[in-house]
């Protein structure tokens, strides 16, 4: 069975930093490019940043270019997301997703709440 | 203009069918994209349902259901989700996704009351 677990989230004060964890199972990790995508309290899903199998490659949505950064351990089968300089805008459940193209399988999220 | 338009409500009665529209913007061209549909229930994560490029690329998702299917109107730049038989369990939000420019495009999404 295919599962995803995020983990990492909180609530941060504007300009400080998070690392989001997502640990899966039940599939190859290292055969699957990976994505985060997150949700704003009652608002739709914003694509955040995706990364390619053995991390060469990463893309990133203008709104955390240079802010945030992917990256992953596929010895640990483990998704990271590290957030900076946080800003009130980026409080969001934020999902871990398999693929790039379509996400056919998705964690339950983390929130991470920005307030001071 | 958003890259992908999706009316933000629909209603529809049980059993009936439901088409659930994801407009591109002009310039690009449904037919170079592969999109991919989600459902989402209130507290839940997004589901996905399935995935339509042409009649013959296209993929449905692990368990969902054949009432679930997709296609595109070519005349309206258009990528539809239809769903047959509806339920009330259908009732939910759908959101339509494509990459697009080296990054991943959600439309707004369609709040559908099965009603």
């Known amino acids: 069975e295919v599962q995803l677990l995020e983990s990492g989230g909180g609530l941060v004060q504007p300009g400080g930093s998070l690392r989001l964890s997502c640990v899966v199972s039940?599939?190859?990790?290292?055969?699957?490019?990976m994505t985060w995508v997150r949700q704003a309290p009652g608002r739709g899903l914003e694509w955040v940043s995706a990364?390619?199998?053995?991390?060469?490659?990463?893309y990133y949505a203008d709104s955390v270019m240079g802010r945030f950064t992917i990256s992953r351990d596929n010895s640990k089968n483990t998704l990271y997301l590290h957030l900076d300089s946080l800003r009130v805008e980026d409080t969001a459940v934020y999902y871990c997703?398999?693929?790039?193209?379509?996400?056919?399988?998705w964690g339950q999220g983390t929130l991470v709440t920005v307030s001071s | 203009q958003a890259v992908l338009t999706q009316p933000s409500s629909l209603s529809a009665s049980p059993g009936a069918s439901a088409s659930l529209t994801c407009t591109l913007r002009s310039g690009i061209n449904v037919a170079s994209y592969r999109i991919s549909w989600y459902q989402q229930k209130p507290g839940s994560p997004p589901q996905y349902l399935l995935s339509?490029?042409?009649?013959?690329?296209?993929?449905?998702g692990s368990g969902v259901p054949s009432r679930f299917s997709a296609s595109k109107d070519a005349s309206a730049n258009t990528g539809i989700l239809l769903i047959s038989g509806l339920q009330s369990e259908d009732e939910a939000d759908y959101y339509c996704m494509i990459w697009h420019s080296g990054a991943v495009v959600f439309g707004g999404g369609t709040k559908l009351t099965v009603l």
């Open positions: 997703a398999r693929n790039l193209e379509l996400f056919d399988y």
């Open positions: 990364i390619s199998l053995s991390s060469g490659t990463t």
């Open positions: 339509f490029k042409s009649d013959s690329d296209k993929q449905q």
């Open positions: 039940g599939f190859t990790f290292s055969a699957y490019f």
